[in-house]
């Protein structure tokens, strides 16, 4: 029987100790529940003994899956191998809520590329400790919520934020240049569900205007780094780096604009691939099957 097209797919990620039989014993419980695999990656790391795999599959006839069925099938497979899993639908559409200062740039090539389909998320409010961009969230349709924030009211802002959080159901936080520390209260409760992006160079150039510090050194690489956020600022497990080369003729403000670019695709990148249930992490790396 010829699967249609348009059959309904799901997604099964997991993560073991790497172990005779695993792909076996996947590939199996997924026969005997009456699927065909479409696409099936696998990584297994001699460094720390980890087996990681993804598995995207759909009925052999087309028929809608039963996901409550399927992880009640596959847990006796999981405890066996002591595994990390979760199984989803391919086509779900995250609960997003995006954060903003006053950089346009990551928030509307963000809301650009899922109005047009390229990513596959419910973005479901825009959350900023500035008002400027609120064009932007009315101009995409997505409820916009001003935030002020100063150092002595920073723990009513994350609360207030944390508050959105629950009462809208977000599975994703996207830091689209948020240009506020979070607390390590924050960042626990966001954990793995949290993704940030920053200019990256090397060397590193922090405080203000890194690009004009760069300009000064007379950098020939500039790039941005998307990776998860922890209490450790701008140290949580990479998700997505871009690097560009750049020349001695360019002036500082051409240099922001080409890291601008990079920022852009690193943190689209990193979005999708988390969306997308593509993302494994693993103390503070991960695993991104592309």
């Known amino acids: 029987m010829t699967r249609p097209a348009d059959a309904q797919h799901g997604v099964l990620v997991l993560s073991c100790q790497d172990a005779p039989g695993i792909v076996h014993a996947v590939s199996g419980l997924l026969v005997q529940e009456g699927c065909t695999i479409i696409e099936s990656h696998q990584f297994d790391s001699l460094t720390s003994g980890m087996f990681y795999m993804r598995v995207e599959f759909a009925h052999s006839d087309g028929s809608?899956?039963?996901?409550?069925r399927l992880c009640g099938a596959f847990e006796e497979v999981a405890q066996r191998f002591e595994m990390n899993w979760r199984i989803a639908d391919a086509?779900?559409?995250?609960r997003v809520l995006i954060m903003v200062s006053q950089y346009a740039?990551?928030?509307n090539d963000l809301l650009f590329r899922n109005s047009i389909g390229e990513l596959?998320?419910?973005?479901?409010?825009?959350?900023?400790?500035?008002?400027?961009?609120?064009?932007?969230?009315?101009?995409?349709g997505v409820p916009f919520h001003y935030i002020p924030v100063t150092k002595?009211?920073?723990?009513?802002?994350?609360a207030a934020l944390l508050e959105i959080v629950r009462a809208e159901r977000v599975q994703l936080v996207?830091?689209?240049?948020?240009?506020q520390i979070l607390t390590d209260d924050l960042c626990r409760a966001l954990e793995g569900r949290a993704i940030n992006i920053h200019h990256s160079m090397l060397p590193s150039f922090k405080g203000a205007r890194p690009y004009h510090q760069a300009h000064a050194r007379g950098v020939k690489f500039i790039g941005a780094t998307a990776h998860y956020v922890t209490a450790d600022l701008d140290e949580g497990p990479i998700i997505e780096q871009e690097m560009l080369r750049v020349s001695h003729s360019l002036s500082p403000e051409q240099l922001a604009a080409r890291g601008r670019e990079a920022e852009t695709r690193a943190l689209a990148h990193a979005v999708r691939w988390h969306t997308e249930n593509r993302v494994v992490i693993h103390?503070?790396?991960t695993v991104v099957f592309e």
């Not at 086509?91 to 995250?94: C, F, K, P, S, V």
């Not at 002595?152 to 994350?158: L, Q």
């Not at 996207?174 to 240009?179: F, K």
Request: charged share 25%; hydrophobic share 40%; with cysteine.
């Open 174 to 179: 996207v830091l689209a240049r948020y240009m």
């Open 91 to 94: 086509a779900e559409r995250q």
């Open 120 to 140: 596959n998320l419910d973005v479901v409010a825009i959350v900023s400790n500035h008002p400027d961009l609120k064009g932007i969230a009315d101009f995409y």
């Open 105 to 107: 740039h990551c928030l």
């Open 64 to 68: 809608p899956l039963d996901f409550g």
């Open 152 to 158: 002595e009211t920073k723990p009513e802002a994350e």
């Open 283 to 285: 103390g503070n790396r």
